[in-house]
């Protein structure tokens, strides 16, 4: 008889705030080491943490989107350990009444809808960062104090590609609601697993594995201490609760510490931050704000006829996804059509998010009309997708400065339709006689004339109206 | 040698204001008290700022509505003030100076006090006799055999032996009120929430509170005039703003007055009862309904003391590692770094208390003792506020004796605890209460304790003021005219 997995996962998710969750300090990664971190954070004595209300917020809008009750009376606890990356020794958490609980993440897995249900959701702040050297541990405080969420599911997951979809999902819903940047690599996202085997109903021994460094290798991790699990309960040795790492250069988890019996944090109520009661009014006012999600993003795209394998494309990119959700009346297709292509190829040579750049609202309004209505096409704007991110130039003018600004100069098209019936009186003639093939003969010779820079649907029309004149 | 100190503040204020006296002639007088008198109040002295500040305010104009202006004020020594050492009486903070001010000395300053140096304490205020400080005792200036009691021993002394006529201590359990009762001083811990604790080293945060200590009442209700001020750096800060001295002076007929049968029973000694019993009486005469009361869980105040406030110092003084300041001995391991560090810095009061407080926090033990101890705390909170709404304030005296012996209580860290066993309820309650001379008995001060509903000192200084002028003790010897 094989073994079952079953697999709860904690996740912890830095909220993109201003400033640190109980002091003022600006929470930024990537500064300089020890240049975000007042007294508050370092732990000084005499000084008593404040309450940042942002945290507050996107804990909810988190809460939210993982569809958790959310507790209208929110208060802390200090949980008691001694380690030099704790300033206090101490750390501020939720540990009685987490901000959020009994919620679920919907995952697909292969049309299958599953429902991954969360435990909770509690605020937190977290600890600096150990940097550790040959003989020395250097700490960096700039960390020390960002606001935290840490996200519970019951040991519900089974597999190890369930764990990646709902890693995946997770992410994309707290990246959605602009809770996080949800960036593992730089420790914004950081997740651990408790896998554990069994036979039966009644739960193995749950081995617990650290601050896994991708969601890839969250299911790697899984896979592999399955295995080794297996081996040794077949081998029949007995498994200790024990927390591992996950190496992914030699691809194996490696032994950190023994769980000792239980954990004595010493948890008890903090005495420096009243009761913050968050009435219905408040809530509803937070949920409010909360961006539209990926999934109705998806609805729309598609009701827009974008191509499923695009829609995705977009969805991976928030920047994409989040320039396009500026307009309200406007070819999405078109629009994702171009930003996909040229756009997105041009903003990775200059190493820029589109916000970044001078692409503004209204010129992807006026490209959009212009390639719909047939006035420039692709191939004119694979030519100035430089100048339109690059420069604050409009659109007509980037045009005429790249010589197709006759397309849309009706007089200069005029000029050439004029020079062409002036050259051509016979077949004008035979046109106004009924023959039709003249008027495509006439065409040919604006296109050659124009050296195939006008807009044929333009010059077309313009040359109708003018021999019918 | 001059004797200004000796006056009241507003003959002080006015030789300033006539330009008789400069602020570096209260200075030059407090530094000579200090070095006259061997007591050992003061842990640092601050010779050079104080002078420096005494000379900037003499370039500008004595505020002429601001009582304090240019006044000597000794700070204990767990209030951060920048620049200057913040010991806590410790050997883990010996050379622990200040990067920052505490928010009340941004009042202080505010206010052109000046301070002269930082007071004598029990190490981290856990004691009440300051004896558990890592710079040796203060010794009681009425009998320098005495204990000046605690924990903020030495701000009392500064007051008693007039070094300074103001001074700021902390009050966790009885800290300011049972060395203003040795001392025949004024001191006041006031209501939860009036005077910011950003700045103070935290003993037991949900009961520590700062408060001033002052020669009588009129100037004990000045200086909290000054410190009291909501700060966005403390949550448990609240919106304050009024004169504390408004009703000093007015009738007290008609007041209602309770007294807890268990603050005259036998934990009391009789000597200490009679005192109070002649103000009992001073206080019928004046036309005050004055009661003997019972209330529910009063008797439990020093065991809610002991796991409340030790629970929350072993937690608030985990943070004294070694890591980022403070003493650190240098050990191979980390665990051994902590051991040595806070083995060899903390004293054996501070570490008996941490012990038990990580032992009632521990595992189960959270339930058992600290839950039910925060829960019975409410119940003694709503007890008392029963009391209030048929009477005004609530009286007893401030301590069950007075100064003792040094090294008396050596042999038994409990008989510490007793001592403040008459106080305590204010600080479960977050009640303010306010200790003034009531006599002397074999010529040592003995202290009465008014108490009052949350955010009414304004009534405790009222009735304050009328017994001060009644009793008229002058334990201080303040002069009210030169």
Redesign the interface.
């Known amino acids: 008889m094989n073994y079952k997995k079953t697999i709860g996962i904690e996740v912890h998710m830095e909220l993109k705030t201003k400033e640190k969750l109980f002091s003022p300090t600006i929470n930024n990664y990537g500064n300089l080491a020890n240049s975000n971190a007042n007294?508050i954070d370092?732990?000084?004595?005499?000084?008593?943490?404040?309450?940042n209300k942002e945290a507050v917020f996107l804990a909810v809008k988190a809460a939210t989107v993982l569809n958790c009750k959310i507790r209208k009376i929110q208060h802390f606890d200090?949980k008691?350990y001694?380690y030099?990356d704790n300033?206090?020794?101490?750390q501020i958490t939720e540990e009685r009444k987490p901000i959020g609980y009994d919620g679920y993440v919907e995952i697909d897995d292969d049309g299958i809808k599953k429902r991954i249900e969360i435990l909770e959701i509690h605020m937190e702040e977290d600890t600096s960062k150990s940097i550790h050297s040959k003989e020395k541990t250097l700490?960096d405080f700039n960390r020390a104090g960002v606001p935290l969420v840490e996200i519970v599911t019951k040991p519900c997951l089974h597999t190890a590609k369930e764990a990646i979809l709902y890693l995946e999902k997770l992410r994309e819903l707290l990246l959605y609601a602009g809770v996080s940047d949800c960036k593992i690599e730089e420790g914004s996202m950081r997740c651990d697993a408790n896998i554990s085997i069994s036979k039966n109903e009644k739960l193995g021994t749950k081995i617990e594995v650290k601050n896994i460094g991708s969601i890839t290798n969250v299911g790697l991790a899984i896979d592999y201490e399955a295995k080794r699990q297996e081996e040794i309960l077949e081998n029949n040795e007995t498994l200790h609760e024990e927390t591992r790492r996950y190496d992914a250069k030699l691809a194996k988890t490696i032994l950190m510490r023994v769980k000792e019996t239980?954990n004595?944090y010493?948890?008890?109520?903090e005495?420096?931050?009243?009761y913050l009661v968050l009435t219905e009014e408040i809530i509803k006012n937070i949920q409010d704000t909360i961006p539209t999600s990926a999934d109705i993003r998806r609805e729309k795209y598609l009701k827009a006829g974008i191509s499923p394998i695009n829609i995705e494309k977009i969805i991976a990119n928030k920047n994409l996804s989040d320039y396009l959700e500026q307009f309200t009346n406007i070819n999405l297709k078109t629009a994702s059509n171009l930003l996909l292509g040229d756009v997105q190829a041009h903003l990775n040579k200059i190493n820029k998010s589109i916000f970044e750049t001078n692409f503004t609202k209204e010129k992807m309004i006026t490209l959009v009309k212009y390639l719909d209505d047939g006035i420039i096409s692709h191939k004119n704007f694979k030519d100035i997708v430089g100048d339109v991110i690059e420069t604050d130039k409009e659109i007509d003018d980037i045009l005429k400065e790249n010589g197709i600004k006759n397309v849309v100069d009706n007089s200069l098209v005029f000029n050439i339709i004029q020079k062409v019936i002036n050259e051509n009186q016979k077949v004008v003639e035979d046109y106004k006689n009924g023959n039709e093939r003249s008027l495509k003969f006439l065409m040919g010779q604006v296109m050659k004339e124009s050296k195939g820079s006008v807009n044929p649907k333009v010059a077309n029309d313009l040359l109708v109206e003018v021999l019918n004149k | 040698m001059s004797k200004y100190l000796d006056l009241d503040l507003k003959i002080i204020h006015d030789l300033l204001v006539k330009k008789e006296i400069k602020p570096i002639d209260l200075v030059n007088e407090s530094f000579e008290r200090i070095n006259n008198n061997e007591l050992n109040a003061f842990i640092t002295i601050d010779y050079e700022g104080a002078r420096k500040k005494a000379l900037e305010l003499e370039k500008i104009d004595v505020e002429e509505d601001n009582l304090l202006f240019g006044i000597p004020i000794a700070i204990k020594d767990n209030?951060?003030v920048k620049d200057l050492k913040?010991t806590?009486a410790s050997h883990i903070?010996e050379n622990?100076i200040?990067?920052?001010d505490?928010s009340v000395i941004d009042l202080i300053n505010e206010k052109k006090m000046i301070i002269i140096g930082k007071t004598n304490m029990d190490e981290f205020a856990m004691g009440s006799t300051s004896e558990t400080s890592y710079f040796g005792c203060p010794v009681n200036p009425w009998n320098k055999k005495k204990v000046p009691g605690g924990s903020s021993g030495g701000s009392a002394v500064a007051v008693s032996s007039h070094i300074t006529p103001l001074a700021l201590g902390s009050d966790t359990g009885g800290s300011i009120r049972q060395p203003a009762s040795f001392n025949g001083i004024v001191g006041m811990k006031p209501t939860y929430g009036r005077v910011s604790?950003?700045?103070?080293?935290?003993f037991?945060?949900?009961l520590d509170q700062i408060g001033p200590m002052t020669r009588n009442v009129y100037e004990n209700a000045l200086l909290l005039n000054a410190i009291s001020k909501k700060d966005?750096?403390?949550?448990?800060s609240v919106e304050t703003s009024e004169d504390f001295t408004r009703l000093i002076g007015d009738d007290i007929k008609g007041m209602k007055i309770a007294i807890p049968n268990y603050f005259v029973s036998k934990i009391v000694s009789d000597e200490v009862l009679n005192k109070f019993k002649e103000i009992i009486e001073l206080l019928k005469v004046s036309g005050c309904q004055v009661d003997y009361v019972d209330i529910n869980h009063i008797d439990k105040a020093p065991i809610l003391y002991q796991i409340i406030a030790m629970?929350?110092a072993?937690?608030n003084l985990?943070?004294?590692?070694g890591?980022?300041?403070g003493l650190k001995v240098e050990a191979k391991t980390?665990e051994d770094l902590?051991k040595k560090t806070r083995s060899l810095g903390f004293g054996v009061e501070v570490k008996r208390r941490i012990m038990v407080g990580?032992y009632i926090?521990?595992?189960e033990n959270?339930k058992i003792y600290?839950n039910k101890a925060?829960q019975i705390r409410d119940d003694l909170k709503k007890s008392f506020d029963s009391i209030y709404k048929d009477y005004d304030l609530i009286l007893g005296p401030a301590s069950s004796r007075v100064a003792y012996d040094l090294n008396l209580n050596n042999d038994d860290p409990l008989k510490c605890f007793m001592d403040d066993i008459l106080v305590m309820h204010a600080n479960m309650g977050g009640f303010p209460s306010l200790a003034l001379p009531m006599g002397l008995i074999d010529e040592l001060p003995i202290g009465l304790q008014i108490m009052g509903k949350h955010f009414d000192e304004a009534t405790i200084y009222k009735l304050a003021s009328f017994i001060e002028k009644k009793l008229d003790l002058n334990l201080g010897g303040i002069k009210n005219e030169l």
């Open positions: 007294i370092l732990g000084y004595p005499g000084t008593l943490p404040t309450l200090r008691n001694f030099p300033p206090k020794n101490f700490l239980g004595d010493r948890y008890f109520p005495p420096d931050i009243p | 209030i951060m913040c806590c903070l622990f200040s990067i920052y505490a604790r950003f700045g103070l080293v935290a037991a945060s949900s966005d750096k403390d949550l448990t629970g929350e072993s937690s985990a943070r004294f590692d890591i980022r300041y980390l902590y990580s926090l521990s595992g959270a600290y925060l």
